[in-house]
């Protein structure tokens, strides 16, 4: 065979044969490989998944091989943070600094000053109004009471309002003044008189009639719309601002034979195994939302509600944990009504004297039942407490008890303008 025949030869031959689909094939080997690499990867997190959980076993088993170290460290708490003293009933308690101390401890700046006086001069409110009220005093003078406000900046005002006495004393109530801080109200005999901090006319001023004689504490209604007005064994809701049609701007409200029972939006009340964290309603009664432990003997004061928070003070008749000689135990309630905000408590004691008499083991400065009460809140953390001649305010979060004002007024009210 010729060389020349070969090539011809060779051609007519691979006709013959099926020609290969490059791209075909191409994509079937892709396909492949993905396979390949996919059942690597589930493999691979198959091996992890079980290291993980052998891991896990072992460390319920107390073993130490696992190579994971547990937390040594507590959780964070703020800045300032004071251990609890203990628990009563399962909350806990921060012990109040020792009466006679309240001068060295640390300030909280307020417009009220280191000492809050009455003011030497006051303008007319009428030609210089408030924005807000940061606190209101009463000037007693020939019978009567005549209100002076204090103002976010200091600023000190009169009004031209004069006051009956109340058959409990001075007409000033914890909760004179409404959440918006515009408003005051003052309990009187026979009715309530309000101002409006606001106002620059001679509508400033009024007087609102009841049907009971013996009115002795207000507390104002969230919106400030209107307020709840208590007597022993009878209790008002009275609005303010507009109102529905047919809707009565004096209205009778479930009553206590304490006064200060009556609070919105929450109020603590009932005493031992009793106490309850009750809800004003739109129908003018009250709902219970919980039944906190608490030990209480008395209540005293208004409670103060913030946020989750309602406040009030209590005196226990015993308690274990805190024991006194001459007088009980006082004790500011911070009870949540969230799981998640744990409640606290701040107990007043007595101060032992220094060098106590042979033979006697008597306190050097006893808190008298009624010298310590609930004034409000100086933010959502910090409730703010009269006790005996000071404002103390005490800071949920931390346990820290700072000094606010010394007193050298007979009482004072406080409004949201006292955080400046």
Not at 139 to 151: E, V, Y
Not at 167 to 192: K, M, T, Y
Not at 281 to 306: C, H, I, K, M, Y
Not at 320 to 332: A, E, H, I, L
């Amino acid at each position: 065979m010729r060389r020349e025949e070969v090539r011809p030869l060779l051609d007519r031959a691979s006709d013959l044969l099926p020609e290969p689909d490059l791209t075909d094939t191409a994509w079937a080997g892709g396909l492949a490989i993905r396979r390949r690499r996919r059942r690597s990867t589930i493999v691979g997190l198959a091996v992890v998944l079980l290291v993980a959980v052998i891991a896990a076993v072992v460390a319920g088993l107390g073993g130490n091989n696992t190579g994971i170290v547990p937390p040594t460290t507590p959780p964070s708490t703020p800045s300032g943070f004071i251990p609890p003293a203990g628990q009563i009933f399962g909350v806990d308690y921060w012990m109040a600094p020792p009466a006679g101390s309240e001068r060295f401890l640390d300030r909280l700046e307020t417009p009220l000053g280191d000492a809050l006086q009455l003011p030497v001069s006051a303008g007319d409110l009428r030609e210089d109004p408030f924005d807000r009220v940061a606190a209101v005093v009463l000037s007693h003078r020939n019978g009567s009471f005549t209100p002076l406000l204090l103002d976010p900046t200091s600023r000190w005002a009169r009004v031209d309002l004069r006051l009956s006495a109340i058959r409990s004393g001075e007409p000033l109530s914890p909760g004179a003044i409404s959440p918006d801080g515009r408003l005051v109200a003052f309990p009187q005999p026979g009715g309530v008189a309000i101002i409006d901090a606001t106002d620059t006319t001679d509508a400033s001023t009024r007087r609102i009639a009841l049907p009971a004689e013996d009115i002795r504490s207000v507390a104002w209604l969230e919106n400030s719309d209107g307020l709840l007005v208590s007597g022993p064994g009878v209790a008002y809701r009275v609005l303010i601002g507009a109102f529905a049609v047919g809707e009565e701007p004096v209205a009778t409200v479930a009553a206590s034979n304490d006064p200060f029972d009556v609070a919105a939006p929450y109020r603590l009340d009932g005493t031992g195994n009793q106490v309850a964290l009750m809800r004003y309603e739109a129908n003018r009664t009250w709902t219970v939302d919980s039944n906190p432990r608490l030990p209480v003997g008395t209540w005293a004061g208004l409670t103060f509600t913030q946020g989750a928070i309602a406040a009030r003070m209590f005196i226990a008749d015993q308690l274990p944990q805190v024991p006194t000689v001459v007088s009980k135990p006082q004790v500011v309630a911070a009870i949540s009504r969230q799981l998640t905000l744990p409640s606290r408590l701040l107990v007043l004691g007595e101060t032992p004297a220094a060098t106590p008499t042979p033979g006697r083991n008597t306190p050097d400065r006893i808190r008298e039942p009624g010298c310590c009460f609930l004034l409000g809140w100086y933010d959502e953390q910090t409730a703010l407490l009269q006790v005996a001649g000071w404002v103390l305010a005490w800071d949920l979060q931390t346990g820290r008890v700072r000094r606010v004002t010394e007193l050298d007024v007979t009482g004072v009210a406080l409004g949201p303008g006292v955080r400046g």
